[in-house]
C-alpha cells in the first residue's frame, strides 16, 4: 500500500497547545480514549459539541473502533476550525504549534484517513489504502484563502489523517511554531526530557512554503504577521500590565492635566466626542460589514445613549456612572487610528475582533495623561469595560469560554457592569441583539459565579 508518487513529500499536521508538549514528549501523542484511560490532563480548544459526535462516530477500516481511538492529523495546514476559535477569542494562536509528519507514515496498518472532516452527523467516507490519496480534493486542501467556503467545501478543506491508539515522538518529522519564544520553550521541553528535538520551523522555512499556518493581521501596513486575535491568556495578561502600569505612572507624575475627574471629561465628549484625540481619529471611520454599516462615531453615541437606559446605569451612584459612561465612549477607539485601515481608503471592510486589545495603549495614554483624580478601582473598572466590552455578549452568542469572566471580575457588580455595556454595544446594532445579551447574561450568572468561587 505505496503512497502514490504525486504525493509523497506532502505532510500531515496536529496542531496542539505548547503546553500539551511536555506531556507528548514523555507519552507519545496519544489518541483521546488512551489519554482518558491514562488519567493525562490536555489543554483541548475543540468543539465539546463535535468532540461528542466524534467519540460515538465509527471508522469503518482499518483497525475500526471510534475516532477517539485515535490520534487526528489534518491534510491542511490552514484550518477553518482554528480560525473559528480565534475569532471566538478561546484561543491563543501565538501558543499553538503543528507537528509534522511525512504523508509515507499512512502506508502503516495502523492508519486511516478521510475525504472530509470527521465533524458532521453524516460521517466521511474513510480510507485505508493509500491510492485513495487521489480522492481527496487536494485544491481546496492547499488553498489559502480563509473563507468564503460552503460548508461541504470546508468539511473537505479538512479531510483528516488518523493513527490508532499512538503515534511515537520519532516520528514527528518537524514542529512549527508561532515565534522565536516559542520555539524556545518547545526546545526547552525536549531538553528537560533528553529527547533530541525535530527541526524547530517558523512557516516561512523554505520545507514549509507551499503551506500556510497562523492567521495574521495581514490587511495592516507594518503588522502583517501578528496573530489575528489576542487570545485569553495574553489578553488578560495585557489587561492586567495596563492597570499596573497606569497606576505606576500616575504615582510618579507631577503637573497638570486637562481634566479633573471622569466627570469633567465626560461632560466635555458629552458636548463634543472629538476632544479626545483617540476618538477623533476613529469617528470618522465607515465600518462597511456586516452587522455594521455606519462610522464608529455614529455607533459609538448610540451605545452610549444606550448605556443610559440600562437598569445598572440607572441605579448606580453618580461616579459609577461616569466610568460607565467614559467606557461607552471609548470601548470602540482600538478601530483607529484611521490609518489602519489605509489599504482600504480609511474603511472597514471587515470585523475587527482585535480591537479591544489595539484600545490597550491609548487607554494608557488617556488614564496617565487626562484625567487628574482617579481611584485605582475607578481606573480598574475603565480598563475593564474597554478591553473586555465584547465578553459577555460574545459569551452569549459566539461560544466564548465563560472562564474568562470568572477569570476577570472581581465580584458580582464588576459582571453586572460588563452586561451592561455588551447589552449597550449590541442594543445600538440590533434591539434583539441587546435583549438577547440579557437574557442570556442572567441565565449564566450563577454559572460564572460558581467558576469564580469554585
Given at each position: 500500500?505505496?503512497?502514490?508518487?504525486?504525493?509523497?513529500?506532502?505532510?500531515?499536521?496536529?496542531?496542539?497547545?505548547?503546553?500539551?508538549?511536555?506531556?507528548?514528549?514523555?507519552?507519545?501523542?496519544?489518541?483521546?480514549?488512551?489519554?482518558?484511560?491514562?488519567?493525562?490532563?490536555?489543554?483541548?480548544?475543540?468543539?465539546?459539541?463535535?468532540?461528542?459526535?466524534?467519540?460515538?462516530?465509527d471508522?469503518?477500516?482499518?483497525?475500526s473502533?471510534k475516532?477517539?481511538?485515535?490520534?487526528?492529523?489534518?491534510?491542511?495546514?490552514?484550518?477553518?476550525?482554528?480560525?473559528?476559535?480565534?475569532?471566538?477569542?478561546?484561543?491563543?494562536?501565538?501558543l499553538?504549534?503543528?507537528?509534522?509528519?511525512?504523508?509515507?507514515?499512512?502506508?502503516?496498518?495502523?492508519?486511516?484517513?478521510?475525504?472530509?472532516?470527521?465533524?458532521?452527523?453524516?460521517?466521511?467516507?474513510?480510507?485505508?489504502n493509500?491510492?485513495?490519496?487521489?480522492?481527496?480534493?487536494?485544491?481546496?486542501?492547499?488553498?489559502?484563502?480563509?473563507?468564503?467556503?460552503?460548508?461541504?467545501?470546508?468539511?473537505?478543506?479538512?479531510?483528516?489523517?488518523?493513527?490508532?491508539?499512538?503515534?511515537?515522538?520519532?516520528?514527528?518529522?518537524?514542529?512549527?511554531?508561532?515565534?522565536?519564544?516559542?520555539?524556545?520553550?518547545?526546545?526547552?521541553?525536549?531538553?528537560?526530557?533528553?529527547?533530541?528535538?525535530?527541526?524547530?520551523?517558523?512557516?516561512?522555512?523554505?520545507?514549509?512554503?507551499?503551506?500556510?499556518?497562523?492567521?495574521?493581521?495581514?490587511?495592516?501596513?507594518?503588522?502583517?504577521?501578528?496573530?489575528?486575535?489576542?487570545?485569553?491568556?495574553?489578553?488578560?495578561?495585557?489587561?492586567?500590565?495596563?492597570?499596573?502600569?497606569?497606576?505606576?505612572?500616575?504615582?510618579?507624575?507631577?503637573?497638570?492635566?486637562?481634566?479633573?475627574?471622569?466627570?469633567?471629561?465626560?461632560?466635555?465628549?458629552?458636548?463634543?466626542?472629538?476632544?479626545?484625540?483617540?476618538?477623533?481619529?476613529?469617528?470618522?471611520?465607515?465600518q462597511?460589514?456586516?452587522?455594521?454599516?455606519?462610522?464608529?462615531?455614529?455607533?459609538?453615541?448610540?451605545?452610549?445613549?444606550?448605556?443610559?437606559k440600562?437598569?445598572?446605569?440607572?441605579?448606580?451612584?453618580?461616579?459609577?456612572?461616569?466610568?460607565?459612561?467614559?467606557?461607552?465612549?471609548?470601548?470602540?477607539?482600538?478601530?483607529?487610528?484611521?490609518?489602519?485601515?489605509?489599504?482600504?481608503?480609511?474603511?472597514?471592510?471587515?470585523?475587527?475582533?482585535?480591537?479591544?486589545?489595539?484600545?490597550?495603549?491609548?487607554?494608557?495614554?488617556i488614564?496617565t495623561?487626562?484625567?487628574?483624580?482617579?481611584?485605582?478601582?475607578?481606573?480598574?473598572?475603565?480598563?475593564?469595560?474597554?478591553?473586555?466590552?465584547?465578553?459577555?455578549?460574545?459569551?452569549?452568542?459566539?461560544?466564548?469560554?465563560?472562564?474568562?469572566?470568572?477569570?476577570?471580575?472581581?465580584?458580582?457588580?464588576?459582571?453586572?457592569?460588563?452586561t451592561?455595556?455588551?447589552?449597550?454595544?449590541?442594543?445600538?446594532?440590533?434591539?434583539?441583539?441587546?435583549?438577547?445579551?440579557?437574557?442570556?447574561?442572567?441565565?449564566?450568572?450563577?454559572?460564572?459565579?460558581?467558576l469564580?468561587?469554585?
Open positions: 500500500m505505496a503512497i502514490p508518487d504525486e504525493h509523497k513529500g506532502k505532510y500531515i499536521f496536529h496542531f496542539t497547545d505548547v503546553r500539551n508538549l511536555d506531556s507528548i514528549v514523555k507519552n507519545g501523542l496519544l489518541c483521546t480514549n488512551k489519554m482518558n484511560e491514562l488519567g493525562i490532563e490536555h489543554l483541548n480548544i475543540a468543539n465539546q459539541d463535535i468532540q461528542e459526535r466524534r467519540a460515538n462516530m471508522v469503518t477500516v482499518g483497525p473502533g475516532i477517539h481511538d485515535y490520534v487526528p492529523f489534518y491534510f491542511s495546514s490552514i484550518n477553518p476550525m482554528l480560525l473559528s476559535k480565534l475569532n471566538q477569542k478561546n484561543c491563543d494562536q501565538n499553538i504549534i503543528y507537528l509534522c509528519i511525512k504523508i509515507n507514515r499512512l502506508d502503516k496498518d495502523d492508519a486511516v484517513f478521510t475525504n472530509s472532516s470527521a465533524n458532521t452527523a453524516a460521517p466521511p467516507t474513510f480510507y485505508d493509500p491510492s485513495h490519496l487521489d480522492d481527496l480534493d487536494w485544491e481546496l486542501i492547499f488553498n489559502r484563502k480563509w473563507g468564503g467556503w460552503t460548508d461541504d467545501e470546508k468539511h473537505r478543506k479538512m479531510a483528516e489523517a488518523f493513527i490508532h491508539t499512538k503515534l511515537e515522538v520519532s516520528e514527528i518529522d518537524a514542529i512549527v511554531v508561532y515565534n522565536d519564544d516559542v520555539k524556545k520553550m518547545v526546545k526547552q521541553v525536549f531538553d528537560e526530557n533528553k529527547i533530541k528535538a525535530p527541526d524547530l520551523l517558523f512557516d516561512h522555512n523554505e520545507r514549509m512554503l507551499r503551506y500556510g499556518f497562523y492567521y495574521t493581521k495581514f490587511f495592516i501596513n507594518g503588522r502583517e504577521k501578528e496573530t489575528l486575535v489576542s487570545g485569553p491568556c495574553f489578553l488578560l495578561h495585557r489587561y492586567k500590565k495596563l492597570i499596573e502600569d497606569v497606576n505606576e505612572i500616575r504615582s510618579a507624575k507631577r503637573g497638570s492635566y486637562p481634566y479633573e475627574t471622569v466627570k469633567a471629561l465626560v461632560e466635555a465628549l458629552n458636548r463634543d466626542m472629538t476632544k479626545l484625540p483617540e476618538l477623533r481619529d476613529a469617528a470618522e471611520i465607515f462597511n460589514y456586516y452587522p455594521h454599516y455606519d462610522s464608529v462615531g455614529v455607533h459609538t453615541q448610540k451605545v452610549v445613549t444606550e448605556i443610559q440600562s437598569d445598572y446605569y440607572k441605579d448606580a451612584t453618580e461616579d459609577v456612572k461616569n466610568v460607565l459612561l467614559l467606557g461607552a465612549y471609548l470601548h470602540d477607539i482600538g478601530k483607529g487610528p484611521a490609518s489602519k485601515w489605509e489599504k482600504n481608503k480609511g474603511v472597514m471592510t471587515r470585523a475587527y475582533p482585535d480591537h479591544p486589545a489595539d484600545a490597550i495603549p491609548m487607554l494608557k495614554r488614564l495623561e487626562d484625567i487628574k483624580i482617579l481611584s485605582e478601582d475607578e481606573i480598574r473598572r475603565l480598563c475593564m469595560l474597554v478591553v473586555y466590552h465584547d465578553l459577555i455578549g460574545d459569551c452569549c452568542g459566539k461560544d466564548r469560554d465563560k472562564q474568562q469572566i470568572a477569570d476577570l471580575i472581581e465580584n458580582e457588580d464588576d459582571y453586572d457592569m460588563l451592561a455595556i455588551s447589552k449597550a454595544d449590541v442594543t445600538a446594532i440590533n434591539n434583539g441583539w441587546g435583549e438577547n445579551v440579557i437574557s442570556g447574561a442572567k441565565a449564566m450568572k450563577d454559572e460564572v459565579m460558581g469564580k468561587n469554585g
